[in-house]
């Protein structure tokens, strides 16, 4: 086999090459669509355009999404990220409210470092839940998923609570050198989250945790504190994404502050190439799947499908990701197709998560 | 018995994984009414081998004929059903479904679509009784102890009306009456014609069972002979590929001195129990003595070990270290007291297989240390490399994922794990399980090493010899009971310790 044979097989097999090429498609398309999809202007000193939009846009998405990365990769879900996007902006958005001055910086300061503080009281409460009682994570969290929801309605009394506070519009729609803001804060925690997950040893144990828990308790790693720990970072996660939503549109509605943004989430990491059932995470994959949920969730807009079919056509794109990127799926396909050729090799490595080692 | 045509040919075979060539144009073939050892160091291609004839991987070259007919299968399922029936290295079942299950999943006795509980409970006993096993077949099956579990997997292939049974290391968690009496079944159905592949690391199981013996090193046939023709240490030299004096340096290596055991002693267990696991038992371990538990399988063993780690808890009795009382009630608590574990069972206990070979190797150290202090990448890999040298761990890239590595390998690592630690008493549960005969000679010249060190070890094996020539003293299970405890010295043999074994009642497996 020639190296440049071989190298176009590492290409193709690498496990974000599918989601990269449906991001590029959706470009592509979105392009063809409406030409003017990929330029951008300078206005007031700051750039506008399509693209630009998409990343102010999945900013949100991408800090719940690094959070939920590190749940997924102990083997755990959290579903309650997306009520506590709600009660953090909500708590935040309240505090702001009840201010004689709702511009001044303490005022706002203040009012996040409250929202976070809750969120990590949050967090920790799933933490305990799934890593001290024993629950399975998917029920431990639902039950914030869904009391969440209320605690939110609570705190911001059933109403919509509107503000109007320009620094903390600012962490939604500001701009710092040109761009959003918002992009900035999500690569600053993305860049956060790998420092402490790879220059630690915390990214190591929490592979270990989600890849065999059994073999890690015998190899001395307690992971009770790991697991309690993701819980709490996936919620501080969520409240900064909280603040997002919330500064985007001044105001705080409980119900829907982020709503269903816990699945766009799962589907984000999935795609990014990290396994539901825990072990290897990917950071870097998880942006990607952030990017592309997004960019579809615009496409969808932008085409002007009818609300009532947008869902389906992001279910069947999201179906057709998570098939490509599937072994099994690719296995069959790519037999399919050499049947007379005896090198049936790219079918096989992808097999090997059935072998019984 | 070889007049016949062979029942299985497989020609020309190659298979390549990313970096490595598992198997290079290697042919095969099997005779019905044949045992067929295939032998190999680890990570010859054996089991390679193996998944490429079951369909578990596909073939890069080559042909597979079943029967002189043509067989490309795509999985084990469709291998079982054109009759040929396997017994994988690993055990791979599921461990929350009862034995009986087990032994029927996927071709459950049926009535009208309903499955026939009370038949396929009557029959699973019934096969169990054929390899002498008596156990409760509506436990579920993580319930028992790995060899049970490698027995009832036995029981599942033995069942399926096969033309070709396929054995992978089954013997590699078995003590001799288990063996002996797998041996019994094996030779009544090669004489019903049915053909047998049959892998192990241990070479006298070969000279008594196998008919004839192909030789598989670095992926490559080396050749095919029937078993009379080759002696013992020819067999050895084909595997390692050169004339290397393994066997002498086995035998030449000396029965230990009795170690001294003045002093306060490294680890004091004091009537230390669990229900329904180990009654209450003595135990005391001095810094330098290696002590190894004898018994049978589902003995015990195993058990005394995880209380002492703190794998399971203990309900009963106290344990002492350095003189004083501490409760290891956690291998957190076990390991910050200088003690390390390695679980006979490695896949379900051990590597953390997608994980690199560096990364498994350095996780109880890194863990040890907290997660905030990273061990420096240099020094990991210096720790590493080190150790994939010394244990001669294939491949030796450190990268590469440990479940990609051949079954012995991955033994070699998670020993490596434990070393670099530098424990102040190992317990070693089965450490030479599924090891070549080269390695297994490494290991217990290491054994020996950390013992002159001053490391205490706790050594745990199913092969009495290998007890018999480390061990300092020797603590004899029987039915989760220490019964006696023998210094080993001229006075104590393979016999005196059967006797010790055999002195009770008739064993069972007894859930855990
Ligand atoms: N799924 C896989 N991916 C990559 N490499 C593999 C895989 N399975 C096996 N190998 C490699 O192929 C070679 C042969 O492995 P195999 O498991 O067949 O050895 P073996 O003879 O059964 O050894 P053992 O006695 O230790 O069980 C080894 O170098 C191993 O690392
Ligand atoms: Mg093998």
């Known amino acids: 086999m020639s190296t440049a044979q071989s190298r176009y097989r590492a290409l193709t097999t690498h496990r974000l090459f599918w989601p990269v090429v449906v991001l590029v498609a959706l470009v592509v398309a979105n392009t063809v669509y409406r030409p003017g999809f990929l330029s951008v202007q300078v206005r007031d000193g700051h750039l506008y355009g399509s693209l630009i939009d998409i990343l102010r846009l999945s900013a949100p998405l991408i800090l719940v999404a690094l959070g939920m990365t590190l749940v997924i990769a102990t083997g755990g879900i959290d579903l309650s990220v997306g009520s506590l996007c709600a009660i953090s902006g909500a708590v935040a958005c309240l505090y702001i409210s009840r201010q004689p001055d709702q511009n001044s910086m303490g005022g706002v300061l203040t009012a996040l470092a409250l929202g976070l503080a809750v969120a990590l009281v949050l967090g920790a409460w799933n933490g305990v839940l799934v890593a001290v009682i024993g629950i399975q994570p998917i029920i431990a969290t639902l039950i914030l998923m869904v009391a969440g929801r209320g605690l939110a309605q609570l705190i911001t009394e059933g109403q919509i609570l509107t503000i109007n506070s320009s620094p903390y519009k600012a962490i939604g729609v500001g701009h710092l050198l040109t761009l959003p803001l918002a992009i900035f804060i999500a690569l600053a925690a993305a860049l956060l989250i790998a420092a402490v997950t790879r ?41 900064v994404a909280g603040f997002m939503m919330t500064a985007n549109v001044s105001s705080a509605d409980g119900n829907a502050a982020g709503l269903w943004v816990e699945l766009d989430a799962i589907l984000a990491v999935v795609i990014g190439g990290t396994s539901l059932a825990g072990g290897r995470f990917s950071l870097g994959g998880t942006i990607l799947g952030a990017l592309l949920i997004q960019t579809l969730t615009t496409t969808v807009y932008a085409m002007n499908i009818s609300p009532q079919t947008s869902l389906l056509f992001k279910a069947v794109v999201v179906i057709a990701v998570c098939l490509i990127q599937a072994p099994g799926f690719r296995a069959r396909f790519t037999r399919r197709r050499r049947v007379p050729a005896p090198a049936a090799a790219g079918a096989d490595e992808t097999r090997k998560e059935q072998v019984p080692a | 018995m070889t007049g016949s045509h062979p029942v299985l040919t497989m020609t020309g075979i190659s298979k390549s994984f990313p970096g490595v060539r598992a198997l290079d144009g290697v042919d095969f073939r099997l005779f019905p009414g044949e045992v067929h050892a295939l032998m190999g160091e680890n990570g010859a291609g054996k089991s390679t081998l193996i998944k490429v004839l079951t369909g578990v991987y596909g073939v890069d070259r080559g ?51 309903a499955v026939r509980w009370g038949e396929m409970r009557r029959r699973a006993r ?217 679980s006979e ?168």
Request: aromatic share 4%; charged share 25%; net charge negative.
């Open chain 1, 199 to 239: 220059r630690t040893a915390l990214g190591l144990i929490v592979e270990s945790v989600g890849g065999n828990a059994r073999a890690s308790r015998l190899a001395g790693i307690r992971s009770a504190r790991i697991t309690f720990l993701v819980y709490v970072i996936s919620a501080a996660c969520a409240a």
């Open chain 2, 63 to 113: 042909t597979v004929a079943l029967a002189g007919e043509q067989v490309s299968f795509t999985g084990p399922m469709q291998a079982t059903a054109a009759g040929v029936s396997t017994v994988f290295q690993e055990v791979n079942l599921c461990t929350n479904l009862s034995v009986a299950e087990n032994i029927f999943i996927g071709r459950e006795p049926r009535r009208l679509g």
């Open chain 2, 126 to 342: 019934a096969l169990l009784t054929r390899l002498d096993l008596d156990i409760d077949v509506n436990a579920p099956l993580g319930s028992f102890s790995l060899a049970i579990q490698q027995m009832v997997a036995i029981a599942r292939a033995i069942d399926i009306e096969a033309r070709v049974l396929v054995l992978d290391e089954p013997t590699s968690s078995l003590d001799t009456g288990e063996v002996a009496q797998l041996f019994r079944v094996m030779r009544s159905l090669r004489d019903d014609g049915i053909a047998i592949l049959f892998v192990t690391h241990f070479l006298d199981q070969v000279y008594r069972i196998a008919d004839r013996i192909t030789v598989l090193r670095n992926g490559q046939l080396v050749g095919e002979w029937t078993t009379g023709d080759l002696p013992q240490l020819s067999l050895v030299e084909k595997m390692i590929g050169k004339e290397l004096d393994v066997l002498e340096r086995l035998d030449e290596q000396p029965r230990r001195d009795v170690a001294a055991t003045e002093g306060t002693p490294l680890l004091e267990a004091r009537a230390l129990g669990r229900r329904s696991a180990v009654a209450p038992f003595d135990l005391t371990v001095h810094a330098g003595e290696v002590v190894g538990l004898a018994g049978l399988l589902g003995s015990g063993r195993t058990e005394v070990a995880r209380l002492l780690f703190g794998a399971d808890r203990a309900d009963h009795g106290s344990v002492r270290v350095d003189g004083s009382p501490t409760s290891l009630r956690t291998p957190v608590a076990a390991i910050a007291r200088g003690i390390g574990f390695c």
């Open chain 2, 345 to 512: 069972n490695r896949r379900a206990e051990g590597i953390v297989a997608d994980l690199s070979v560096r990364e498994n190797i350095v996780l109880a150290m890194q863990a040890a240390r907290g997660w905030l202090r990273p061990i420096p990448r240099r020094r990991q890999d210096e720790l590493v490399d080190r150790w994939v040298r010394a244990l001669h761990i294939r491949p030796a890239d450190p990268e590469i994922p440990v479940g990609n590595l051949s079954g012995g390998n991955q033994q070699k690592v998670l020993l490596a794990r434990w070393l670099i630690t530098e424990p102040r008493l190992l317990i070693l549960d089965e450490p030479t399980r599924g090891i070549d005969i080269g390695a297994k000679t490494e290991i217990q010249r290491l054994v020996a090493q950390l013992s002159d060190g001053g490391t205490a070890v706790l050594f745990i094996s199913a092969e009495l010899e290998e007890v018999l020539r480390l061990s300092h003293r020797i603590a004899v299970m029987r039915d989760h009971e220490l019964v006696t405890q023998l210094t080993n010295d001229q006075s104590v043999d393979a016999d005196r310790i059967m006797q010790a074994i055999a002195a009770g009642a008739a064993h069972e497996g007894v859930p855990s």
